[in-house]
């Protein structure tokens, strides 16, 4: 019979209402055999007693529900953020509070790079700077001879230098959607959603999917998430080449890698070819590499103005953003997916966008009835109570990017949805009370992966100026890590698996330093994260 391992923690915080704590959990082949006091484990067998995490509280692995694995890969290219980051290695980066510093940094690493390699930066956020905006002709200075191109921190725009622009062809008679001009007619530099960036990116072999794809990148998001307490993650918009499924497969199958990750498929190709991709896919998911379900891109992004937001729109009069997938396209996936019993993640952060996507599923639905399905609205930042309504009738999930109260809540007062509005952005209060099943995320690295501080941002909506926006939509402590353990994993259609600690389901943890339960709200975002057990393997930092 196979080794029974009892470990003792300080609290074990089980997310199991029948037992919601205790102090020693006895683990059986990577699963959870028996939850209680030091003998939970006695009546199956001689146990081993194991006291390496008896200074620690544990608590369920953490469900990262909507994350990217070019998370820990990103690093390899230039940082060009406003905030201050810690990479895969746990080394501090210095955000860059103006132009002439990301200028300057960039100008630095340019100097470490080969003759004809072009410099690619990433993270630059224009939102928090009062200067004028980025152009090409700040990234001439760097260089004119070198292609520049830098991705805006959202991954919806980046803006590239004069050399980049004539590689790609654009020029004053250039009129496609997404390549901005300024009051000379000529492109400023600045492109907005993949239409108009792609061309840059074939062009200097800016290649995300091969970014993310290779052992090393696979290796760093692991290490990425053991940082921050996660033990099972998506890459929610994946390719997945043949190739790439074999890279993860043999990665995700070593003894020692401490990560479940759930690749989705990104709906790229007619909702048939998407479709057949989906199911072929879901025959070789593993243990630790889930497969099958689909990925929707439909709008943009609210600071980049390009996300799809119903009247009275943008403030200062922005046009009305940008359809990465046209509202007729929505329909016809939303009826193939739901037709073959696949599973949808639907990105949507402005609220017209989460309408038509709403309007499709319920029109999947009519022609295709059942439930179960889960599809999962992801971001919903700007769902009012009415759209939370019909998601909860349709049987729709709600995953809630709530980092971005801290990140960019008093800018989206000032400068993108006005006041008003912002308050109630991420509304996990409605959602919840309303009976919807909510996760919370991080969209990493578009913001750093941390439940905690997601959960945080939840609990407080504190923006970086200290405010409180939109008191009324905070939720408790327990409804936070709920949401960020249960609920992740209940949109992953894993909840049977993992997201709690009772008996019966997989042995992954977060080990912490404090007890999230009874630290001041204000400080959840600070508990120590000391490591992870996965399948019952400890992972300690």
Not at 253 to 278: C, H, N, Q, W, Y
Not at 339 to 353: L, P
Request: charged share 20%; net charge negative.
């Amino acid at each position: 019979m196979s080794q029974i391992t009892v470990f003792e923690a300080k609290k074990i915080v089980t997310m199991d209402p029948n037992r919601s704590a205790a102090t020693h959990v006895a683990i059986r082949e990577g699963k959870i055999l028996a939850v209680g006091g030091a003998e939970c484990g006695d009546q199956w067998g001689d146990v081993i007693h194991d006291k390496t995490l008896s200074h620690a509280v544990l608590t369920p692995g953490f469900v990262e529900g909507h994350a990217h694995m070019m998370a820990g890969a990103m690093w390899r290219y230039a940082y060009a953020g406003y905030h201050d980051r810690i990479d895969p290695k746990g080394k501090l980066w210095t955000g860059m509070r103006d132009i002439d510093a990301v200028v300057d940094g960039l100008t630095e690493f340019e100097g470490t790079l080969a003759k004809d390699e072009p410099l690619v930066g990433w993270g630059f956020d224009p939102i928090f700077l009062s200067s004028e905006r980025l152009s090409a002709k700040h990234l001439d200075q760097i260089s004119t001879d070198r292609p520049v191109a830098i991705m805006f921190s959202n991954f919806h725009l980046m803006c590239v230098n004069s050399k980049a622009l004539e590689m790609a062809g654009y020029d004053e008679g250039t009129n496609a959607e997404g390549v901005v001009k300024g009051p000379d007619g000529k492109p400023t530099g600045e492109l907005q959603e993949m239409a108009a960036m792609f061309p840059i990116m074939r062009r200097l072999g800016i290649d995300f999917r091969g970014l993310s794809q290779t052992p090393e990148a696979i290796d760093d998001y692991g290490e990425v998430a053991q940082r921050a307490g996660v033990t099972t993650i998506t890459d929610l918009f994946s390719s997945i080449e043949d190739d790439d499924l074999a890279i993860m497969l043999k990665i995700t199958s070593k003894s020692d890698f401490p990560l479940r990750i759930v690749p989705v498929l990104g709906a790229m190709g007619t909702p048939s070819e998407v479709a057949d991709r989906a199911e072929t896919l879901a025959k070789s998911s593993s243990d630790k590499l889930r497969l099958g379900a689909v990925k929707l891109m439909t709008d943009g992004s609210i600071q980049g103005w390009t996300a799809r937001v119903k009247w009275p729109h943008y403030v200062g009069g922005h046009p009305n953003g940008i359809w990465n997938t046209p509202p007729e396209q929505i329909f016809a996936l939303c009826a193939e997916m739901q037709k073959r019993g696949i599973q949808m993640h639907i990105h949507v952060n402005g609220d017209e966008a989460a309408e038509a996507s709403i309007d499709a599923i319920e029109a999947a639905l009519r022609l295709h009835p059942g439930q179960g399905h889960r599809h999962v609205l992801q971001h919903c930042q700007m769902m009012g109570r009415d759209l939370y309504e019909r998601a909860f009738e349709l049987g729709c999930c709600a995953n809630i990017f709530s980092n971005h109260i801290w990140y960019f809540g008093d800018q989206h007062a000032a400068l993108t949805i006005g006041q008003d509005r912002a308050e109630r952005m991420n509304a996990a209060r409605t959602a919840l009370d309303i009976g919807v099943n909510i996760a919370l995320h991080s969209d990493a690295p578009v913001t750093p992966l941390g439940p905690l501080f997601t959960a945080w941002c939840a609990v407080n909506r504190q923006t970086m100026t200290g405010k409180t926006l939109g008191a009324a939509q905070c939720i408790s402590v327990d409804e936070a890590l709920y949401a960020i353990t249960m609920g992740a994993a209940y949109t992953l259609k894993l909840d049977s698996e993992i997201g709690s600690i009772e008996a019966g389901k997989t042995a992954d943890f977060a080990v912490l330093g404090d007890d999230p339960t009874a630290v001041d709200p204000m400080s959840l975002k600070d508990v120590p994260v000391l490591g992870t057990v996965s399948g019952g393997v400890v992972h300690l930092l």
